[in-house]
């Protein structure tokens, strides 16, 4: 399913790669469109976290403009609750150490159930790739083969947030912890070509995150962040990596599930102006992405 667009320098396989990055993994859903648009499909992809959840759902899909506005309306009726169904019991239980997690997994369970049409991720239509973290270790653990819908709850499991998920009798969580925009993998499964879907961080925050959990889900923002400034600078010169721009100034937490029509808006015009001006045969990475940014909003 590689580019059709007929230019000889698209030859070869193409992966998408999707970070993570919590309720902001909305403005993925508009990159997909943009570049589906543009007879853009994956032959591989590879996922963290909410990118691992997105990843599954286009899995299971295919490469269409319907898929990706498919992707969109399930990302506007998203809300908190859905997500993150905190139960005062269990978050109580969690702070007092009788166990390992704040909230249930019951809400990412159901959502899987809706997204992932396959049992087992070697029966992915398109080669399907998730990153997990080894709790024990912390090693990173590339997931492609087994239950699908395990792998990709693995993949988003927020350490402290949500419980670890046992695969192959080890518990494993978020794996934003080692990789969260896991360019290298794509790389390892032979991608001649990468395209790749971040997310962003809250870049232009008023004020600190107002609770714990959203605390949390900022610094770990932050922290991959500038691990993916990092990674694009090890990537070989030359190479076709293609970063899409992620919104910016942005203002919504990750753990804001209210304004995702807008980020699929912003993430649709951002991919869509970006994709327009690409370079023929270079790599293209927005500036805000080759050194790390710190822009702040001002009262």
């Not at 962003?200 to 925050?205: E, F, Q, S, T, V």
């Not at 293609?242 to 910016?248: D, N, Q, R, S």
């Not at 980020?263 to 951002?270: P, S, T």
């Amino acid at each position: 399913m590689a580019e059709s667009t007929g230019n000889p320098a698209t030859a070869g396989k193409t992966g998408f790669v999707l970070s993570g990055g919590g309720s902001l993994g909305a403005i993925q859903a508009g990159m997909v469109r943009a570049l589906y648009e543009r007879d853009i499909a994956p032959d591989l992809i590879v996922g963290t976290s909410v990118g691992a959840l997105n990843s599954a759902f286009l899995a299971s899909r295919p490469p269409a403009v319907p898929t990706a506005r498919t992707l969109a309306d399930v990302w506007t009726s998203l809300r908190h609750r859905d997500v993150f169904p905190l139960s005062p019991l269990t978050a109580l239980l969690g702070l007092l150490g009788f166990r390992d997690h704040l909230v249930s997994p019951r809400g990412l369970k159901k959502l899987l159930r809706r997204w992932v049409e396959f049992d087992r991720l070697e029966q992915a239509p398109v080669p399907l790739h998730l990153i997990a973290t080894e709790v024990l270790t912390g090693d990173e653990r590339r997931l492609s083969s087994g239950p699908a819908a395990e792998a990709a709850r693995a993949s988003a499991a927020l350490p402290g947030v949500f419980p670890p998920v046992r695969i192959g009798g080890d518990p494993l969580m978020d794996g934003g912890v080692t990789n969260n925009t896991p360019i290298s993998q794509a790389l390892a499964h032979g991608a001649t070509r990468i395209y790749v879907l971040p997310t962003g961080y809250p870049c232009a925050l008023r004020e600190p995150p107002g609770s714990a959990l959203a605390v949390a889900a900022h610094a770990l923002s932050l922290l991959i962040q500038r691990r993916l400034v990092e990674d694009i600078r090890r990537i070989p010169d030359g190479f076709p990596l293609i970063v899409l721009p992620p919104p910016c100034p942005l203002t919504v937490a990750p753990t804001d599930f209210s304004r995702s029509a807008e980020l699929v808006e912003r993430g649709l015009a951002n991919a869509r102006d970006f994709l327009d001006d690409l370079p023929p045969g270079l790599p293209a990475v927005p500036e805000t992405l080759r050194e790390p940014s710190h822009q702040h909003a001002r009262p």
